[in-house]
């Protein structure tokens, strides 16, 4: 008999750890100063969703990233998730602690509230999963590769990494600092780079008249440029944001006839289409 109930509690014990192990679902936090809690108690990454009624991309990341099982296995095990609305009044303040602006945004801090990186806008699971192993990997990738870019300011490479990884935080100021300080000394092969990056980053800050001058400016500077069609392509958004549909069609249009073997054809396609049915 006592068999029996040895075997039966192990069956359950089992049973259990599958139950919490293999969840079916993200065990989310609704509350921050929770999670800022079990994060000092634990020594876990806080892993944000800010998420809002009205967003449609938060929608698809609820209705497919977070129904991924490596992604909920691996947020469940690995992290402390927490989903935010940032139009409940307890959360209208904390997007701004994080100068966080648009959604979906997934945030990754440690207890202290310092950040640890970022994911801005919609991946689906793969990508998703991929990208926050990354992450965990990878957490103090920030402070290491500021130390290094100290130590070699004159590596582009190095240089340019760091600016992306201001430019995701949101930190704008600090990005386009570096990407001008680099443009001065830059290889000439590395510059339409550079500047297809420095217009960018302006239509990060919402600067669309700037960022499409300098997409143009690009144009006609370097019009070798390999990467020609994703300017263009910029510059397609560009013109969208500052509500030009004619442009926009004019300059997919190019695309099209320029670079008909683009990895861009399909968006471009799309954006057509689009453009046509509204």
Do not use: H
């Not at 999670?35 to 990341?61: L, P, V």
């Not at 927490?82 to 801090?109: A, H, S």
């Not at 499409?212 to 440029?225: G, R, S, T, V």
């Not at 004619?246 to 249009?253: A, D, F, S, Y």
């Amino acid at each position: 008999m006592k068999t029996k109930i040895v075997v039966l509690l192990m069956l359950f014990s089992i049973f259990v750890f599958s139950e919490i192990l293999f969840s079916d679902e993200i065990e989310w936090l609704i509350s921050f100063p929770e999670a800022i809690e079990q994060a000092d108690k634990s020594d876990k990454i806080i892993m944000i969703d800010f998420t809002a009624e009205w967003c449609s991309w938060c929608k698809k990341m609820d209705e497919t990233t977070f129904q991924d099982s490596n992604v909920i296995q691996l947020l469940n095990e690995k992290f402390i998730p927490t989903k935010l609305d940032v139009d409940l009044p307890q959360n209208k303040e904390i997007p701004k602690l994080f100068n966080v602006k648009g959604y979906p945004t997934t945030l990754f801090i440690n207890a202290d509230s310092s950040e640890v990186n970022r994911i801005g806008g919609y991946l689906p699971g793969k990508d998703f999963f991929e990208k926050v192993t990354d992450i965990l990997n990878n957490k103090n990738y920030f402070q290491d590769l500021s130390v290094i870019a100290e130590m070699f300011p004159d590596s582009t490479e190095i240089q340019i990494e760091l600016a992306e990884l201001y430019e995701t935080r949101g930190k704008f100021s600090e990005s386009e600092k570096i990407y001008s300080r680099i443009l001065l000394s830059a290889d000439e092969s590395k510059i339409p780079e550079i500047k297809t990056k420095i217009a960018i980053l302006n239509f990060s800050k919402n600067n669309f008249d700037e960022a499409l001058e300098q997409l143009k400016a690009i144009e006609n500077d370097f019009p070798d440029y390999s990467e020609m069609d994703e300017i263009l392509f910029n510059q397609a958004i560009c013109l969208y944001r500052l509500q030009l549909p004619n442009e926009v069609k004019i300059v997919l249009e190019k695309i099209k006839q320029d670079f008909p073997q683009s990895q861009l054809i399909e968006n471009v396609n799309k954006f057509l289409e689009y453009l046509s049915s509204n």
